[in-house]
């Protein structure tokens, strides 16, 4: 199981990023998705999930009407759209479902003018 994350970079506040999230070793269709991210000094949080065939999304308070879930089943990819971004967006983005495999190495994403 792999989870490799990209796409993060550096952006001013305001601006916008997507990530992508490639996947291999089990049946990406069948599972729920989740994105997570981690700030310097803080806690691993849930920022946004999407069910198997993306019928059903749900984000975090902090994210909710800035950032888009989505996943196209066919590429065993699943994204995040990253719109108005704010400073306290800058974490490292990690993809993952829950208990399966391990942590990829995440995407740095860095919000500062």
């Known amino acids: 199981v792999q989870f490799v994350e990209s796409g993060g970079g550096l952006v001013q506040p305001g601006g916008s990023l997507r990530l992508s999230c490639a996947t291999s070793?089990?049946?990406?269709?069948?599972?729920?998705m989740r994105w997570y991210r981690q700030a310097p000094g803080k806690e691993r949080e849930l920022v946004a999930g999407?069910?198997?065939?993306?019928?059903?999304?749900t984000y975090a308070d902090s994210v909710k009407g800035r950032f888009t879930i989505s996943r196209d089943n066919a590429k065993n990819t699943v994204y995040l759209q990253m719109n108005s971004l704010k400073p306290e967006d800058t974490a490292v983005y990690y993809c993952?479902?829950?208990?399966?495999?391990?942590w990829g190495q995440g995407t740095q994403v860095t919000v500062s003018s």
């Open positions: 999407i069910s198997d065939y993306g019928a059903t999304t």
């Open positions: 070793g089990f049946t990406f269709s069948s599972y729920v």
């Open positions: 993952r479902v829950p208990g399966l495999g391990s």
